[in-house]
């Protein structure tokens, strides 16, 4: 078995690890890898000198001689013609393309690249993958996302040439992932497992009960959520000279590597101290100030109201799965003169966006007659409790409200969409939210079997492991209270998930030897 890697940041190591926990039996060859970030895979190689003799294709690489090619629009057009979506979107899944070079601090939209740079990158990224996949010859993609240029041509060019291909996704459903197949929208694998018949086992379904009443208890509360909090604002003020200092040490160190300096990959070190510990407190308590933020005590007078919670941006939430809906507050403006009269649409912020906006963001919002703006910092779940419908382009809340026995409308695409309609209903044109919105709230019906059926199918396909704060070790996260597994543990539970998702241990005839097997040697 050959396997190539598509691999963002600290996804490499992940990468690597799982490939060193498959047993020894599985036959497989060195695997190949498309990497980005420059920066971080010199620092893998140190820790993993093994991996400098794998196969690679770096996107550093290509996004430098991608910039001064002379795109040629008939190769664009025979391109575009394969496929049946816009390869536009190759581009926009890819924020440090499609915005500024400080996206990840404010917003900043304008692109880093002029438009002809951009088809340039998009040529040589089609060149080079599909170069790389006639070399190395791969039987299976493995993805961790869809954040990258790479991470979407290579599950167009995979399924256009019948490769495998998986990808790692957070189910947001206590510390579970599940293997998918495809990162542009609803698996269908997880598809067909909530509409095949199948009776689950007792411990599934008592599992699922108890996810279905903690959610009702406290929210959707899944591992690796950042947390953040009032508290958390005001300290990292008070650590901005240390972060400053660090910046300049890692920025310099930064300058002085070639490979490292011009990766469009790596962020600015001292931006990044600048606006997290400087300007993103500093704008959070001039707007904590400046406008009406509504508690909870204003919320519960409240009759009538649409909840709509604001996305973070950049996200793939947005530039994939509600690419209609890029611009917020015009989406906001849009429900809000859709809704009934007589009812509000309260908007609560993102906490991970508070300090990324201009306050100029906030009025335009306001200046919308019939819309009010939530306290950021308030738990989600208290104000789906007293909303009448919960509108959501994408993300967990949507799921929250379903769960709490609230009619829930999706603009984008989201994996709970496969509950029935009279829970959660898709609208696929603006257009239609005005007759969408009552038409819902009068024939809501709440189905405590589908519910069950759906966290049944996550939980019967998918595998407790904590990947962002034990695998990526990612700090200030949300950590999940289960049986504390050793590292190699979860590594070894992960490449025995993987193997009997993907299917591999069918076809290599190891499905009965898996389980206590020592690690690949890598």
Not at 447 to 462: H, V
Request: proline share 5%.
């Amino acid at each position: 078995m050959k396997i190539l890697g598509v691999t963002m940041g600290k996804n490499l190591g992940v990468f690597v690890q799982l490939m060193q926990s498959l047993p020894k039996q599985v036959s497989i060859a060195p695997p190949a890898i498309y990497v980005t970030d420059a920066k971080n895979y010199l620092a893998m190689s140190r820790t993993y000198p093994h991996i400098e003799k794998w196969p690679l294709l770096s996107e550093w690489e290509i996004t430098g001689r991608g910039k001064s090619v002379q795109a040629n629009q008939e190769e664009l057009t025979t391109l575009q013609k394969r496929f049946d979506r816009s390869l536009w979107n190759a581009i926009l899944a890819d924020r440090r393309l499609i915005f500024g070079k400080r996206c990840k601090f404010k917003q900043d939209y304008a692109s880093r690249f002029t438009e002809q740079e951009l088809m340039g990158i998009l040529i040589m990224t089609f060149r080079e993958a599909e170069r790389f996949l006639d070399n190395q010859k791969p039987d299976l993609v493995l993805s961790f996302g869809t954040a990258t240029i790479g991470d979407y041509v290579f599950e167009l060019l995979a399924k256009e040439r019948n490769i495998d291909f998986w990808q790692i996704k957070a189910t947001k459903v206590g510390n579970r992932i599940f293997l998918g197949d495809t990162g542009m929208g609803i698996p269908s694998n997880l598809s067909r497992a909530y509409d095949s018949q199948c009776e689950y086992a007792p411990q599934i379904t008592e599992d699922a009960r108890k996810h279905i009443s903690s959610i009702r208890s406290q929210g959707v509360k899944y591992e690796g959520a950042i947390l953040f909090s009032e508290a958390g604002v005001k300290q990292k003020l008070k650590d901005a000279p240390k972060r400053l200092l660090q910046g300049v040490i890692s920025a310099y160190a930064n300058r002085r590597n070639a490979l490292v300096r011009h990766d469009n990959h790596v962020e600015s070190p001292l931006a990044a101290a600048w606006y997290q510990n400087v300007v993103h407190p500093l704008r959070i308590a001039k707007i904590s100030r400046q406008f009406p933020f509504l508690e909870i005590e204003d919320i519960e007078k409240e009759k009538k109201f649409v909840f709509f919670p604001l996305h973070f941006e950049p996200e793939v939430a947005i530039q994939i799965f509600g690419k209609a809906y890029q611009n917020q507050i015009e989406t906001i403006r849009n429900l809000a003169l859709s809704v009934p009269m007589g009812m509000k649409v309260l908007v609560k912020e993102h906490p991970r966006s508070m300090g990324f906006r201009q306050p100029a963001y906030y009025k335009k919002l306001l200046d919308i007659p019939n819309v009010r703006l939530i306290n950021p910092f308030l738990s989600s779940i208290n104000v789906v409790r007293h909303a009448s419908l919960v509108t959501v382009i994408s993300g967990s809340i949507g799921l929250e409200a379903a769960v709490c026995g609230k009619p829930v409308i999706v603009l984008g695409s989201v994996p709970y969409q496969i509950l029935p309609d009279s829970m959660v209903r898709t609208c696929h044109n603006v257009f239609e939210l005005e007759r969408l919105i009552p038409t819902h709230m009068a024939d809501y019906k709440i189905d405590e079997g589908a519910l069950e059926k759906y966290f049944c199918t996550i939980i019967a396909n998918s595998i407790p492991i904590n990947f962002y704060t034990k695998l990526l070790a990612k700090k200030k996260r949300h950590v999940v209270d289960e049986k504390e597994q050793s590292l190699e543990t979860e590594y070894e539970r992960l490449a025995i998930y993987f193997l009997d998702k993907t299917g591999w241990s069918d076809k290599q005839g190891l499905t009965e030897t898996l389980t206590h097997t020592p690690r690949h040697s890598g």
